[in-house]
């Protein structure tokens, strides 16, 4: 039975999704972004942004056919923000402001490119002391001037990747073929099999159950994609000869012993913002452009918008476009968006045209998505003993539910959506401010990460290199008020150890690995050494 490598597919569209048997690893699949404040205030406040991607051809070395973009907006405390009334217009509206505010607004950028030699350039575009250029060598960390006179630490290069999680264990709860079988990318529509959502084995779910006799299905070994449809008629989940569930996740960390390509910057809040004072969260996200002369560009979609942005740039009157330090949008195609973790590969079911960074337009989308993934995760929450904040109408069993309608689908979630997450303690609000968590659906609406300066950045108030947050993301569904034993949860009550080991469940552990393969480094840039 053929072997298949580690994909990283943390969150890449499906042009570009390795997880498919008939497409490549590529340079533009976008992994993780990471920002947070920086504990160093030699320059005064300063954030810290790294973004990850696949290490194609190899972790260091870099692919000449591709642009990255850093993006940042810098804005007031005083967001949009839902509000408190419970009903989907009020949601919809939230989603609409945030459009309009980010209709026409333009984000200062860096951009980097590669040349033959492995060397990049990292253009720095619209920031308010002024733009400027430098070309770097890769796998040192080198500090750049501004014009202004600030010094940025930077680094483009090869490191250990910061992902630590249990992939199959998650495409296992969504049912998702891919990770199991061999699924052409024509075929994604029947990649999540029409099987429920669950964190817990279904009886009789012989399409995606642990094979004792296969233990690294799933892992390192694929089988052929069944020829009946892979469905579910049972009623109720897996129990043991000893009572216990079966966990659908083992713990492991998928990506250990994995590298990645990374571009870290730190750079201080004043080369930011004029006004550091006020504009305390600073929004940021990355984006990866392939070069439309590049043969690898064929698979990837051409979309109204960034055809409309490459008729505006000239392309069509335009040389050739060519490899290297090459900085002009018009001859790329957008590929692959990075923000909020997690949101492509759970509510954008990773289609290429929801590659957005202002993803206003998805809200009904999310809700319905939302929906569907709680009538599995939600009665599995309720079997371990915990209580969901899904209205699943107290079913014993998780049940696979689309819904055409996102009325419908938010008479079930609204609660989740509206709820604010709560953190596990106060640690993150280093300045002991008011400050409110945000309610769930202002964390999917804009996809961008938003670093709170006020804050230790971790997730959601920026996203720390530490933070397991898949398994955060999971806690989305619990009831943040009494979910846990009659106690308020929090968006780490997963990833607590002491619960699994006295839960009903085999195995017995984290859903996710609780630290990454290798410790993180206390400097710049931070993310370890590659293997």
Request: charged share 25%; glycine share 8%.
């Amino acid at each position: 039975m053929p072997h298949f490598g580690q994909a990283a597919d943390h969150n890449d569209p499906n042009a570009i999704n390795s997880i498919f048997a008939d497409i490549p690893p590529s340079a533009a699949d976008l992994y993780d972004l990471f920002g947070y404040p920086s504990a160093d205030q030699g320059q005064g406040e300063q954030v810290v942004v790294a973004l990850t991607f696949a290490s194609i051809p190899k972790a260091g070395v870099f692919d000449t056919d591709l642009l990255y973009r850093i993006q940042f907006d810098p804005d007031p405390r005083a967001a949009l923000g839902m509000g408190d009334q419970i009903d989907l217009k009020n949601l919809l509206n939230y989603a609409e402001a945030v459009g309009k505010k980010y209709i026409n607004f333009k984000p200062s950028e860096v951009r980097v490119t590669f040349n033959q030699q492995n060397q990049a350039k990292l253009d720095f575009l619209g920031f308010p002391g002024g733009d400027f250029s430098q070309v770097i060598d890769t796998n040192k960390v080198v500090e750049l001037k501004t014009p202004d006179g600030f010094a940025i630490k930077t680094f483009v290069g090869g490191r250990d990747d910061a992902f630590f999680n249990d992939l199959p264990g998650f495409f296992r709860s969504i049912n998702y073929a891919p990770q199991y079988y061999h699924v052409p990318v024509k075929d994604k529509k029947s990649a999540e099999a029409r099987i429920p959502k669950t964190l817990l084995e279904l009886e009789g779910n012989s399409f995606f159950n642990y094979d004792k006799n296969l233990p690294d299905w799933g892992i390192t070994v694929k089988k052929d994609l069944p020829k009946q449809p892979m469905t579910w008629n049972g009623n109720r989940f897996y129990k043991d000869a000893n009572g216990n569930f079966r966990f659908v996740y083992t713990g492991q960390d998928a990506r250990a012993g994995g590298n990645v390509n990374a571009i870290v910057l730190e750079l201080p809040l004043k080369f930011l913002t004029k006004t550091p004072e006020t504009e305390r969260i600073v929004r940021t996200w990355g984006e990866s452009w392939m070069l439309r002369a590049s043969a690898k560009a064929k698979a990837i979609p051409e979309h109204s918008q960034w055809s409309l942005l490459a008729k505006l740039g000239g392309a069509h009157e335009s040389p050739a476009p060519v490899a290297g330090f090459n900085n002009r949008l018009s001859d790329y195609k957008k590929v692959d968006v990075d923000g909020v973790p997690f949101l492509d590969a759970a509510l954008n079911l990773r289609e290429d045209e929801k590659q957005l960074a202002d993803n206003v337009k998805l809200g009904e989308v999310y809700v319905k998505r939302f929906a569907h993934l709680g009538w599995g995760f939600g009665p599995s929450i309720n079997a371990l003993g915990l209580n969901s904040c899904f209205d699943h109408s107290n079913a014993p069993v998780s049940v696979f539910k689309t819904y055409d309608l996102a009325i419908e689908a938010f008479k079930r979630s609204k609660k989740c959506f509206f709820q604010r997450v709560n953190m596990p303690d106060n640690s993150w609000n280093v300045k002991g401010l008011d400050i409110k968590p945000p309610r769930t659906f202002e964390i999917f609406i804009p996809n961008v990460a938003s670093i709170d300066m006020d804050t230790n950045g971790s997730w959601p108030f920026g996203r720390r290199l530490e933070d397991q947050v898949a398994t955060r993301f999971l806690s989305l569904f619990l009831d943040m008020e009494n979910g846990c034993g009659g106690k308020p949860c929090s968006v780490e009550s997963l990833n607590n150890p002491a619960l699994w080991a006295s839960a009903p469940i085999e195995p017995k552990t984290t859903p996710n690995p609780v630290k990454n393969d290798k410790p993180f480094l206390t400097e710049f840039p931070y993310l370890a050494e590659p293997w």
